[in-house]
């Protein structure tokens, strides 16, 4: 039977079938952060475990990192003994630890494959909802629960029943200012933030194909949002070629015996799929979200859907909106905003940057606005000094700050207020995500830039002409 | 870590009909820097049951006297959505309940939960609706939740929906275990399958 790219690496992993239960399901690559590991290792080690292929495993800090003052002691205690205890585990264990300041350092899903870690037909987990991240080079990755975590550290396999297969097909020409983060959230408009619930995704289609390994990952990230455990593009090309040469990449010989393998993953022609749906680039705007789940979006011009015309329940949709202090029929554009975020694992990269700094370049933030610019990693910020975007940022008002997920999930002092509005490049919009009652419009950075220079929602197209 | 099995639950229950409850409502990201698992219960759905100055919110469902002690929650369909964070079945379990009723659960939640001791039971939406009605029209409705026969029952009238679990899962609620005593056992077995991996 004619097997897709997700049968081919989910297969090739599985070292039995229980029955009537999941597979056992071994993992190449395990990543671990100072949040969801410390229990783990505590489970490891009242049983009497031990890590198992401890150069399979790779930990680096970012969660719970300031972004500010990293040379510094961490000011927070709690912070600073998760931090110190990733550290310690690590070392006990003889597993490679990038903690903060470490030129290695960043989010995990910017760190993983910046050093080659990540890679085509491998299995990939981290205690991390957006592990999917990594599917953008073709492997299968997915995020997994500490006792998980313990799993793989003590026996380097975890226990998954296979998910149902889906492909999403975009094709076409995306119009002027739409990005890989609005083509993932009209996609998750679409299916809602639950319709791919159950199913691992494969996106494909010449909007994909077209893409950089880096809006790639922007895709692959957000899969998680509309429900699906993960999603994965094909290997070409550019894949290859954004691996090459990276620190911990297969070398000489080893390199040629896994481009073989990595030439066999693609999805064959008949192969089926559970489900399939498929979208036009050119019905795609920049986005924005309005509501306090990412599939509540839709174009940047558009207008508050009313409830009625909504999918879901009544009562829900509209506690959403009286969070969001939004009503049916407002318009996003010239909503006044207070906060810009600039980061993650879903846009803090390269390509991210020079993407808001093609708009704010000439320009001065708004006075209105405190922005965050938070580099995915090291190698991002290195990259932004080599590119001389700093000077952009710094000559139209921005400050760039310290790598690691800050405002994203707010654990660190990086915290909207109550009640503040930020246009953000994460991935959750949810209640208090960015701190208790902050209020977020997910965006991309072309929106969040425009927003940024004129203080109020704004369509990226207008500057960019 | 250890739970308690899991054989027949028969309990009062906190309704919940919101949808989409994500994890950073169920335990938000600020609580997530224990490096051990104890009092989880703390700030479970910390936003909604209190105010910010750590008042309550006697609306809130949770915090209501007439469901005090129930060991059932109901929730909204795609209970459980977002981040992967464990700490979210840790506080539902550290609350005193040992079983979610919905009619659609995020992935990465339930699987957390069977790995914690929680039931998640997925319902149709028609019966978690008929669920919601009689908590409603009597707090005190008690739901009989059967792992061994795999059934959800409404005591008072006995309506009843079956649920689905597989063997293997059901096996290990039923009896405490968890799949880290089932892979130890196949080890050498792992290890040979490791061998063979290109990288």
């Known amino acids: 039977m004619a097997k897709t790219l997700f049968d081919k690496v989910w297969d090739s992993h599985v070292v039995r079938q229980v029955k009537d239960g999941p597979d056992v399901f071994f993992i190449d690559r395990h990543f671990i952060h100072e949040v969801t590991s410390p229990v783990a290792f505590l489970g490891l080690e009242s049983r009497g475990n031990s890590v198992v292929y401890p150069e399979r495993t790779f930990a680096t800090a970012d969660h719970n990192t300031p972004t500010i003052n990293q040379h510094l002691p961490v000011e927070d205690p709690l912070s600073a003994n998760q931090l110190d205890a990733l550290e310690n585990n690590a070392a006990k264990y003889g597993i490679s630890h990038w903690g903060l300041g470490d030129e290695n350092n960043g989010i995990v899903h910017v760190v993983g494959p910046e050093n080659g870690i990540t890679l085509p037909g491998a299995t990939i987990v981290c205690g991390d909802s957006h592990t999917s991240t990594h599917g953008a080079f073709g492997a299968i990755a997915f995020g997994i629960g500490t006792s998980e975590v313990e799993m793989v550290l003590s026996t380097q396999c975890i226990m998954q029943p296979k998910p149902k297969s889906m492909r999403i097909n975009v094709n076409g020409k995306l119009g002027l200012g739409v990005t890989p983060k609005d083509v993932a959230l009209y996609i998750i408009s679409k299916q809602t933030t639950s319709g791919a619930t159950g199913y691992f995704v494969e996106y494909a289609g010449d909007v994909f194909e077209n893409m950089t390994m880096e809006g790639r990952m922007t895709v692959c990230n957000l899969s998680i949002e509309m429900g699906a455990r993960g999603g994965m593009i094909a290997p070409d090309a550019k894949t290859f070629e954004y691996l090459k040469g990276r620190s911990q990449t297969p070398k000489g010989a080893a390199w040629d015996k896994a481009m073989k393998y990595w030439e066999t993953l693609y999805t064959e022609d008949d192969a089926e799929f559970d489900v399939e749906f498929n979208y036009d680039a050119a019905d795609i705007e920049p986005m924005i979200t309005y509501g306090t789940n990412p599939g509540m979006g839709m174009g940047v011009t558009k207008s508050i859907p009313n409830a009625e015309n909504v999918e879901g329940g009544v009562e829900t949709y509209k506690k959403s909106l009286g969070y969001m202090s939004f009503s049916e029929g407002d318009a996003m554009i010239g909503k006044e905003i207070d906060f810009v975020f600039l980061g993650s694992c879903t846009n803090g990269r390269i390509e991210d940057f020079r993407a808001f700094c093609s708009i704010v370049e000439g320009r001065k933030k708004a006075d209105n606005v405190t922005a965050w610019l938070v580099p995915g990693s090291h190698k991002v910020v290195d990259q932004i000094q080599a590119e001389g975007l700093d000077k952009i940022i710094t000559d139209a008002g921005f400050v760039l700050r310290e790598p690691g997920c800050s405002a994203c999930l707010a654990m660190n002092d990086d915290k909207i207020p109550s009640g503040k509005l930020s246009v953000s490049t994460s991935n959750r919009n949810f209640e208090g995500r960015q701190g208790p009652g902050s209020r977020t419009l997910l965006a991309s950075p072309l929106v969040a830039a425009a927003s940024a220079v004129e203080g109020v929602v704004t369509d990226p197209r207008t500057l960019l002409v | ?199």
């Open chain 2, 1 to 199: 870590m250890a739970y308690d099995k899991f054989n027949v639950l028969t309990s009062t229950a906190y309704p919940l009909p919101t949808e989409n409850v994500d994890t950073d409502q169920i335990i938000p990201a600020r609580f997530l820097k224990a490096t051990e698992r104890k009092d989880f219960d703390i700030n479970f759905f910390r936003d909604w049951r209190f105010e910010q100055d750590g008042t309550p919110k006697p609306d809130f469902s949770l915090n209501k006297e007439i469901y005090a002690g129930s060991k059932i929650l109901v929730g909204g369909r795609n209970f459980g959505s977002g981040s992967s964070r464990e700490h979210a079945a840790w506080s539902v379990y550290d609350f005193g309940l040992r079983c979610v009723i919905s009619s659609a659960f995020a992935d990465i939640f339930k699987n957390n939960c069977l790995n914690v001791g929680v039931l998640p039971v997925q319902v149709s939406p028609e019966f978690a609706d008929t669920l919601f009605d009689a908590i409603m029209a009597d707090p005190k409705t008690e739901i009989k939740v059967d792992l061994p026969n795999q059934t959800v029952t409404l005591v008072a009238t006995g309506q009843s929906e079956s649920f689905d679990i597989n063997s293997y899962k059901k096996d290990n609620m039923l009896n405490g275990f968890d799949d880290i005593d089932y892979l130890k056992n196949i080890e050498n077995e792992i290890s040979a399958f490791a061998e063979t991996r290109p990288f």
